[in-house]
C-alpha cells in the first residue's frame, strides 16, 4: 500500500495527541525519528506498537452524519491495517 508508505514514512500527528510511524523498522529506529523529530530523547521502550487503517472509525465521531474516512490507530490486525510505532 503505497499511501501508507508515504503517509507513515515521517511522524504523523494523530487527532488524539500522538504521533505514528511505520511498524516497519525496528523500535531504535522508530525512537530515533521521533527524537529528532520532536526534539527531545524518546526512548525504545516507551513506544507502543498498534495498528493503524484507513477508513471509517465511528467510535471517534458521536454525529454519525459526520463520518467520514481516515487514519486510525487501534484498528484490529489484518483486514487492511498496517503496524505503526505510537509515540505520546
Known amino acids: 500500500m503505497a499511501?501508507?508508505?508515504?503517509?507513515?514514512?515521517e511522524p504523523l500527528y494523530l487527532s488524539d495527541?500522538?504521533?505514528?510511524?511505520?511498524?516497519?523498522?525496528?523500535?531504535?529506529?522508530?525512537?530515533d525519528?521521533?527524537?529528532e523529530y520532536l526534539g527531545e530523547q524518546i526512548h525504545p521502550e516507551s513506544?507502543?506498537?498498534v495498528h493503524a487503517r484507513y477508513g471509517?472509525?465511528?467510535?471517534?465521531?458521536?454525529?454519525?452524519?459526520?463520518?467520514g474516512a481516515c487514519w486510525y490507530?487501534?484498528?484490529?490486525?489484518?483486514?487492511?491495517?498496517k503496524p505503526v510505532w505510537v509515540c505520546g
Not at 17 to 31: D, L, M, P, W
Open 3 to 9: 499511501i501508507f508508505s508515504e503517509t507513515f514514512s
Open 17 to 31: 495527541g500522538t504521533y505514528a510511524i511505520t511498524g516497519e523498522i525496528s523500535a531504535e529506529q522508530a525512537s
Open 33 to 35: 525519528i521521533f527524537s
Open 47 to 49: 513506544l507502543r506498537r
Open 56 to 67: 471509517f472509525a465511528p467510535d471517534y465521531v458521536e454525529d454519525h452524519k459526520e463520518l
Open 73 to 81: 490507530t487501534g484498528a484490529k490486525q489484518g483486514k487492511g491495517s
